[in-house]
Structure formats: C-alpha cells, structure tokens
T-cell receptor, first 112, second 112 residues
Framework: SQTIHQWPATLVQPVGSPLSLECTVE??????LYWYRQAAGRGLQLLFY??????ISSEVPQNLSASRPQDRQFILSSKKLLLSDSGFYLC???????????FGNGTRLTVT | DAKTTQPNSMESNEEEPVHLPCNHS???????IHWYRQLPSQGPEYVIH???SNVNNRMASLAIAEDRKSSTLILHRATLRDAAVYYC?????????????FGSGTRLLVRP
C-alpha cells in the first residue's frame, strides 16, 4: 500500500532563517506531488505541484521554492522566512486523473 | 478553474442524515466533481467523486443533478466524527496536473 511521510510535524523558526520541509511517498512510482499551505483560519492554497522529477510548477508568487530531486521526494524550501510564511503545510500525491489526492499529516510552521 | 459555491456552515443532529449542497453552474464536460473533508488539525481526506451518475461508497453518497450544475453530498447517518469542513471541488480530467483547487467549504457541526 502507498504511504506518504511528511516531517517535521511542528516547527518554530525565527524570521530570516532558512526552511526545508521534506515529503516522501512510498509504494507507488511517478506520482504527481503537491505542496499546499493553510494559514490560520483560512482555506488551503496550492503552492507547487510536480508531474515528474525536476518538473515544478508554481501556483502563486511567494517566498518559497520547491524541488523534486527524486521520483518520490518533494522538498519545500525558503532561504529567509517571513512572518507571513507561518501556517500549516501539507504535502499530497496523486497517481492519475481517476485517483484522489492523498495528504500527509502536515507540518505546522510558526515563524517568530 | 470552474468555481463551486457552498454554504459557509450547516448543522445537523447526530444519527440524522445530512445533505451538503454544492453549486457549480460553470462546470465543463471534462470536470469531475470531488468531495473532500478536513477534520481539525488534519490534512484533507477524500470522500467521494463522480462525473455524471450518482455514486455511493462506505463514507457517503453523491447525488449529481442531471444538468451537472449542482451536486449534493449525503451522509446517511451523521456522527460526531463527521464534524469537519467539507469541500466540493471540480477537477479537470484532462489536466495532467490532477491538481485540486480548494474553496472555503462548508463547516458541518454535529449536535449530540
């Protein structure tokens, strides 16, 4: 069966510090991968998606970047965090158009 | 992306059926209708999806209007664990990204 791992679960970082969140998927190959963010009390915003290794699409301009160095690994990064980067970050994967998105347990990031 | 319209919130009594409506008047012929729900402090969870015909699974039923401009998610017997935000989303079946764009959803409150 397929599983998605996302870590860390919680993170507190000072403004201006770098960020690296990692997501890995097991039990499938060539999945589509996604990063979403949910600010406190708000809806889910799609940040990035990837349809293959090295292929990244950005949905909104922001202080973040994403990379996919391996087939089942998706990384969300920032060189310098802003207060507005605080939120609940969710990684997800999907196999094909007839399959649902499967979400990880998320990382709650607080920038202080 | 085609838009969906849902009520901000709904209330139900435990063990009673719940009908969650969704309007999608600009739906295209290639859009699937997806429903997800998000429990507090968790990532979204797939509930059900359909294209034209009504669909049933162990979690819920999806009733799709004949003109596909609206749909209803039916929880046959609400439990306290069903209290969540329910999202109705249109997903383009020919879009190779398979991405989901979340709206604000309906917050379902279940009274004991």
């Amino acid at each position: 069966s397929q599983t998605i791992h996302q870590w860390p679960a919680t993170l507190v970082q000072p403004v201006g510090s770098p960020l690296s969140l990692e997501c890995t998927v097991e039990g499938t190959s060539n999945p589509n991968l996604y990063w979403y963010r949910q600010a406190a009390g708000r809806g889910l915003q799609l940040l990035f998606y990837s349809v293959g290794i090295g292929q990244i699409s950005s949905e909104v301009p922001q202080n973040l970047s994403a990379s996919r160095p391996q087939d089942r690994q998706f990384i969300l990064s920032s060189k310098k965090l802003l207060l507005s980067d605080s939120g609940f970050y969710l990684c997800a994967w999907s196999k094909d158009r007839d399959s649902p998105l499967h979400f990880g347990n998320g990382t709650r990031l607080t920038v202080t | 992306d085609a838009k969906t319209t849902q009520p901000n919130s709904m209330e139900s009594n435990e063990e009673e059926p719940v009908h969650l409506p969704c309007n999608h008047s600009t739906i295209s012929g290639t859009d699937y209708i997806h429903w997800y729900r998000q429990l507090p402090s968790q990532g979204p969870e797939y509930v059900i999806h359909g294209l034209t015909s009504n669909v049933n699974n162990r979690m819920a039923s999806l009733a799709i209007a004949e003109d596909r401009k609206s749909s209803t998610l039916i929880l046959h017997r609400a439990t306290l664990r069903d209290a969540a935000v329910y999202y109705c989303i249109l997903r383009d079946r020919v879009d190779s990204s398979y991405k989901l764009i979340f709206g604000s959803g309906t917050r379902l409150l279940v009274r004991p």
